[in-house]
């Protein structure tokens, strides 16, 4: 199983980012699929999830309503959609897949997740 991130890169404060999160030899739609993220020096923490059935989404008390997570089936591919970014949400972001099959309810703690992205760096300049 390989996800890959993308789409990360630096942006001014107030402005936009949509991250990408391709997925291969798993199919997403089985599996609830979340983004985190982690400063230097901090642990990972919770974004935003999704549940296996794309009905859910879950986001973490910071995001107020500035992200979204969706999800395209036919590309097998995750989106962090990322509006009125400041620079407390630099951050290296990471995508990950639950790691039980077709489970309802999408925590948002690192042990449910067993494979992770590489991270994409995300910058968001004052």
């Known amino acids: 199983v390989q996800l890959t991130e993308s789409g990360g890169g630096l942006v001014q404060a107030g402005g936009s980012l949509r991250l990408s999160c391709a997925a291969s030899g798993r199919t997403v739609s089985n599996y609830g699929m979340a983004w985190f993220r982690q400063v230097p020096g901090k642990e990972r923490e919770f974004v935003v999830g999704?549940?296996?059935?794309?009905?859910?989404?879950y986001s973490a008390d910071f995001v107020k309503g500035r992200f979204t997570i969706s999800r395209d089936n036919d590309k097998n591919t995750v989106y962090l959609q990322m509006n009125s970014l400041t620079p407390e949400d630099t951050a290296v972001y990471y995508c990950?897949?639950?790691?039980?099959?077709?489970?309802?309810?999408?925590?948002?703690?690192?042990?449910?997740?067993?494979?992770w992205g590489q991270g994409t760096q995300v910058t968001i300049s004052s």
């Open positions: 990950a897949s639950q790691r039980y099959l077709r489970r309802g309810v999408l925590r948002r703690i690192l042990d449910d997740y067993d494979y």
């Open positions: 999704i549940n296996w059935r794309g009905i859910s989404t």
